[in-house]
């Protein structure tokens, strides 16, 4: 029976070739088909970071004394002594009891002429100041101050210059509206409280420096001029000069900017500080400067 072995021998074929399929074939065709599941992993929740311990704070070592400059290194100059200021007095005293003229000497413009300073006080507290100047026979333009006296010194009403005995320019004073105005600007200023004229300061500077005359003192007082101006001056007490009357003092005014010709002027104490020089500028050119010559009616003489 031949056909035995035969069939026999095909099972065991078939059963092989299965095992080897099985072997190497990996998934079934149901495996096959399923569907591939994807898993996601969650992510973990932020953790805080750990904050660093905070180190011990370190003592600061203290900075290193300078060290000393040799002995042949510049040192800087020891600083000046400031000015001290004069505050304004209550009652400057004058020392001008009467009416008074004084004559001086004029050097305008590399020419030589003549001034002359009249002070008229009135009985009812009013006064007028004027001076006047001429070199050879021309006349120059007049200056006239008029006002009244109280217990702070000059209080101006009232500047003009003058030509031909006409007032040309002026400056006027609202004494009770407390506005300084002026004829050739449109120009308004608050007044300030002593504020003076372009000549009536030349008086209430010697009552003030009469008043407190200290050595490398400092006097200040607002002034206005022809033109809309209205500035501080401030006078400090200089060294004499050489050649000049040690008993006089010499007071210069501090530069009201770069383009300031520079004021100065001398006192005389034996006259109740008394301005007997003044010159403000370059007397050889733009400038003038005066010198006093002798007084007519002096009352301090």
Do not use: C
């Amino acid at each position: 029976m031949p056909a035995r072995p035969f069939s026999a021998a095909l099972l065991a074929l078939a059963l092989s070739l299965l095992v080897h399929a099985a072997l190497l074939g990996g998934a079934s065709p149901r495996d096959r088909a399923r569907p591939t599941r994807s898993i996601q992993l969650a992510a973990p929740p932020p953790q805080p970071l750990p904050l660093p311990e905070p180190a011990d704070p370190q003592p600061v070592a203290p900075p290193a004394a300078p060290k000393a400059p040799p002995a042949d290194f510049p040192r800087p100059p020891a600083p000046a002594t400031p000015a001290v200021d004069i505050a304004l007095p209550t009652a400057p005293a004058l020392r001008l009891a009467g009416p008074a003229a004084w004559v001086y000497q004029l050097r305008q413009g590399g020419q030589d002429g003549e001034a002359r300073l009249e002070w008229q006080p009135q009985a009812d507290g009013r006064y007028s100041l004027r001076l006047s100047r001429r070199i050879g026979e021309r006349a120059l333009p007049g200056w006239q101050s008029l006002g009244r006296l109280d217990g702070s010194g000059l209080v101006p009403q009232r500047f003009a210059q003058q030509r031909d005995g006409q007032d040309r320019q002026a400056t006027n004073f609202d004494l009770e509206g407390g506005l300084i105005s002026f004829s050739a600007s449109p120009a308004r200023h608050e007044r300030p409280e002593g504020a003076q004229d372009r000549l009536s300061w030349w008086l209430q500077l010697a009552a003030l420096v009469q008043a407190q005359p200290q050595p490398g003192g400092r006097w200040r007082l607002w002034v206005a001029g022809l033109r809309g101006e209205l500035r501080e001056w401030v006078f400090e007490a200089g060294p004499a000069e050489p050649g000049a009357e040690a008993a006089l003092l010499h007071l210069r005014r501090l530069p009201l900017g770069p383009q300031d010709p520079g004021l100065e002027l001398w006192l005389d104490p034996q006259r109740g500080y008394w301005p007997v020089r003044l010159r403000q500028g370059d007397p050889e050119g733009r400038g003038f400067e005066i010198r006093l010559g002798n007084a007519l009616d002096d009352v301090n003489s």
